[in-house]
């Protein structure tokens, strides 16, 4: 399968295995590697198009899973797709479901043929498969779409392990088939836990589909950072080298980093903004957390010399007030703050790549960190 | 007393005893008749400085009681005071903390010296009077403060509410007294419950101290709509012309327009914006309760015409879809609307009374209510 027409990727520079680029969608161009904010069901907590716009994210993650079960996506495909439904003119991605169906629904059985689950809202049943997924995602809309994979917990036995795998291509060789936007890439994901041999064989099969994009699947569900990226140098090599690599569901600065370094385009992650909500806020020496007394009359922004709408209006002392009464424009502050420090971010990558001084970036990146909360120094 | 140098009213219009006007505040002029929305903790929940001016919102009333508790209003004051410290530029109104003694905390003791309170979060005891409800709004630092008033539930024995008025004049006197600020204007508030007697003797007594401004405070607390206009017009003509009269906590569209008909300038009310977060929309035809299934596929805005962001970018069934997700962005875009409907209707207000068609103002604006929500007629 070639890139469908409206989609291609272009790279720009390298340093090492990291890797700059262009992905072009049919809702616009996206600079790589690029952070994905997750806007679970159609809206990303809180924020409004123009908000996401201001923190620098131009493509965004909706949930599959969710959105068909509320509010269904045949209302939202008469409604104009989800494009219009959220307000969002920008690139989209879906994902297929299917770590929902396995981290949320109450009830699962899962066969060759798909999956039969309880709905975590009300209990009643559904049947997903690889069809299913497509057909949702197709009705959604979104300009690039997943296929529907098994992501078996870690750790698992080496046999589950196996046949997630199996199924996974199986999938999506059926996702392949299946699919008929002309207007919407879809992406494969790999499976295969931390198991290197695992992670090869459903890396080489998936890329002989010749699919548009690939994704890693199956990580950021409890294992160590250091199995994390083993299990990334497992599949990278073995996926081809002019498709975007997407990341799914890592993004703690580091991770971030050291994800491209290993030559990850693409990610996507719950972690700035749930960390937003419970008060934590990310900072360049790690985070921030805003409920301390510390904070009670301090006039600080957040991150002094940050360009975001939070740091440029409001003092610690305030979001602390904000986060202490519960406020519902606490979580709408903080959010904008953590995102536009990933935004940041995912900028100085980008620019670090280009300018060949990756190496430099990420020696200084790291001799900022300290974890903890920062202090008053600069007061 | 005259106006505080910063302060003044400028009658300009008037359409029967329904009036249009300025009040100067060291913030900026206030067109009145206007609303203020309430922002208890600081924040007007949910929206930013910018949201806030785009809706129409050019003066914000803040609760003393909530501040007082917490954060505190030193650590306000150190912070540069209210405005700096929510961001706010327009002028703001703390009212005097006395309401939210009487509803909101837990165990209460009044005497002719003050009120003995325990707070409603954490059960620590607090002492508050006159001097002291002065004290904490000069620090807190708004253009207009309250006098501590008592208000008694209604309905009150006559004994009850004679001495809450004795109690409310000889406060106010106090309240004078006490306060410094040449950039605040201390407004009294008149109290006397239903009785047309009391609320007389109260506004003559407070008129004849020579307050910049008056609130008619004490309604909203239950009583029915005829007893609360009843109650204002017994007030009203015992309150000085020249000075803004504003009629405390009401903000239902026919009570706002019944009140300006009666004479009123200025009005606060968590209305709007509590309605909001709950799901109900403010509509010419009265509500929209956003929650209802007739809306899971529609397509329309959730007042077709309307200027604000909410209705110029979302179909009711996407606000439909966030309101049963629990959303934030649902209370968000909720109360953008509902308090950019309250502005247009104030702004149509003032310019009904400028350009003397009043009583046909008011004439359609009942014609068009029904009560219940709004049909597909549109669509």
Not at 186 to 204: H, K, N, S, T, Y
Not at 275 to 297: D, F, M, S, W
Request: proline letters at 7%; charged letters at 25%.
């Amino acid at each position: 399968m070639a890139f469908p027409r409206a989609f291609s990727y272009r790279l720009t520079a390298t340093a090492g295995r990291a890797r700059a680029g262009v992905f072009f969608t049919p809702h616009g161009p996206i600079e790589t590697p690029a952070f994905m904010p997750v806007g679970t069901q159609a809206t990303v907590k809180g924020l409004t198009r123009e908000e996401l716009l201001a923190v620098g994210a131009r493509m965004v993650l909706a949930n599959t899973y969710h959105l068909y079960l509320r509010p269904g996506v045949d209302p939202i495909a008469r409604l104009g797709g989800l494009h219009r439904f959220m307000n969002w003119d920008g690139p989209i991605l879906t994902d297929s479901g299917g770590f929902q169906v396995y981290s949320l629904a109450d009830l699962r059985e899962v066969s060759d043929d798909g999956v039969r689950f309880r709905s975590h809202l009300d209990g009643s049943e559904f049947w997903f498969d690889p069809e299913t997924a497509v057909d949702a995602q197709e009705k959604l809309g979104a300009d690039v779409a997943m296929t529907l994979d098994e992501c078996p917990p870690l750790p698992a036995a080496p046999a589950v392990l196996a046949r997630a795998v199996d199924r996974t291509v199986n999938w999506a060789e059926r996702s392949l088939r299946a699919h008929r936007r002309p207007d919407q890439a879809l992406f494969a994901i790999v499976q295969g836990g931390l198991d290197p041999a695992l992670r090869r064989r459903c890396a080489e099969s998936l890329a002989g589909l010749g699919f548009p994009g690939y994704a890693v699947g199956g990580l950021s569900v409890g294992e160590s950072r250091a199995d994390r990226l083993a299990a990334l140098e497992a599949t990278l090599p073995y996926l081809p080298g002019d498709r975007p690599r997407y990341l799914m569901g890592v993004g703690a600065p580091e991770d971030l980093v050291e994800a491209v370094e290993r030559g990850v385009d693409l990610f996507d992650c719950v972690l700035p903004t749930r960390v937003a909500r419970n008060g934590l806020l990310l900072v360049p020496e790690g985070k921030l957390t805003i409920k301390n007394a510390r904070y009670a009359a301090d006039s600080l922004a957040p991150e002094p010399g940050c360009d975001c709408y939070t740091c440029r209006n409001f003092s610690r002392a305030y979001l602390r007030h904000l986060y202490l009464a519960r406020e519902i424009l606490s979580a709408r502050l903080n959010t904008i703050h953590n995102l536009r420090y990933i935004y940041r971010l995912m900028s100085r990558i980008r620019e670090a790549i280009a300018a060949d001084r990756w190496g430099r970036f990420r020696e200084e990146f790291y001799a900022r960190r300290s974890g903890s909360d920062p202090g008053h120094e600069e007061g």
